[in-house]
T-cell receptor, first 112, second 114 residues
Framework: EAQVTQNPRYLITVTGKKLTVTCSQNMNHEYMSWYRQDPGLGLRQIYYSMNVEVTDKGDVPEGYKVSRKEKRNFPLILESPSPNQTSLYFC???????????FGPGTRLTVL | AQSVTQPDIHITVSEGASLELRCNYSYGATPYLFWYVQSPGQGLQLLLKYFSGDTLVQGIKGFEAEFKRSQSSFNLRKPSVHWSDAAEYFCAVGATKYGNKLVFGAGTILRVKS
């Protein structure tokens, strides 16, 4: 089954404790992206990757890092999480950045 | 700046009534257009998309949308709403001229009353 998986689905952590949210897709897509969803703001892009070892900032990259060492994986790293990063995070993949994007189930992160 | 506007934050319709969700965008060229649905606690699922051709597109779950270039709109419609349609709906726009990404509207929450 074609899908995007994210782990964990739920995470509660404390300020400053580094964390990683994993994302993996099995559709051989070149483009992958991370979004955060906040009430009234829709989805805002954090980072995206057009291919292996090619990443770029989206609209709200501050406080986040990503890497793309393999085509299928695109982890999101929060080196020092803060409460304003409490949000719902989605990973997505697609053939290109302006094509239909396939979304993972989401990761709800709470930073205390 | 390029933007996507969904003017209605919340909409409530009766089950069986018709539905129209509005989406307007500001781009200089004809973009790629999408509608996604997000059920509570779920990820986003694509309802339909428009790239070119016939301006009335059909999607899943009985939804359709019409691209109107003159109005820069891509409104989503359904002739008869079911209680299971209660969800949040997002319009998204992509244009390579303005970056390699989709830009999402803020979403419209649909409530269905019986």
């Amino acid at each position: 089954e074609a899908q995007v998986t994210q782990n964990p689905r739920y995470l509660i952590t404390v300020t400053g404790k580094k964390l990683t949210v994993t994302c993996s897709q099995n559709m051989n897509h070149e483009y992958m992206s991370w979004y955060r969803q906040d009430p009234g703001l829709g989805l805002r892009q954090i980072y995206y990757s057009m291919n292996v070892e090619v990443t770029d900032k989206g609209d709200v990259p501050e406080g986040y890092k990503v890497s793309r060492k393999e085509k299928r994986n695109f982890p999101l790293i929060l080196e020092s999480p803060s409460p304003n990063q409490t949000s719902l995070y989605f990973c997505a993949s697609s053939l290109t950045g302006v094509n239909e994007q396939f979304f993972g189930p989401g990761t709800r992160l709470t930073v205390l | 700046a390029q933007s996507v506007t969904q003017p209605d934050i919340h909409i409530t319709v009766s089950e069986g009534a018709s539905l129209e969700l509005r989406c307007n965008y500001s781009y200089g060229a004809t973009p790629y257009l999408f509608w996604y649905v997000q059920s509570p606690g779920q990820g986003l699922q694509l309802l339909l998309k428009y790239f070119s051709g016939d301006t009335l597109v059909q999607g899943i779950k009985g939804f359709e949308a019409e691209f109107k270039r003159s109005q820069s709109s891509f409104n989503l419609r359904k002739p008869s709403v079911h209680w299971s349609d209660a969800a949040e709906y997002f319009c998204a726009v992509g244009a390579t001229k303005y970056g390699n990404k989709l830009v999402f509207g803020a979403g419209t929450i649909l409530r269905v009353k019986s």
